[in-house]
């Protein structure tokens, strides 16, 4: 059974920092494309960012410059740091996996 698990969401201050862990099981990790989306309250969920197989990275305008994604085959585990965050980033983050589908979120918020 595929599972992706999310952690490392919380509370934090406008300018503060998070980074976001997705640990995936049951799936040759290392031939997904992988990535980050977000919903907040309201809207539709977005994406965030995505890494290829090839370690191609593809990132919203928005988060452009305050966001890194990064994975790591070994761990079989993609990451988001996320740097300088604003109160429009507060919204439940959701991994995918291109043949792994989603996690169940993690809860991120931006206090002004």
């Known amino acids: 059974q595929v599972r992706l698990v999310e952690s490392g969401g919380g509370l934090v201050q406008a300018g503060g920092s998070l980074r976001l862990s997705c640990a995936a099981s049951?799936?040759?990790?290392?031939?997904?494309?992988v990535g980050w989306y977000r919903q907040a309250p309201g809207k539709q969920r977005e994406l965030v960012a995505t890494?290829?197989?090839?370690?191609?990275?593809n990132y919203a305008d928005s988060v452009k410059g305050r966001f890194t994604i990064v994975r790591d085959n070994a761990k079989s585990t993609v990451y988001l740091q996320m740097n300088s965050l604003k109160p429009e980033d507060t919204a439940v983050y959701y991994c995918?996996?291109?043949?792994?589908?989603w996690g169940q979120g993690t809860q991120v918020t931006v206090s002004s």
């Open positions: 890494i290829t197989v090839q370690g191609s990275t």
């Open positions: 995918w996996g291109s043949y792994m589908g």
């Open positions: 049951g799936s040759v990790f290392s031939l997904n494309n």
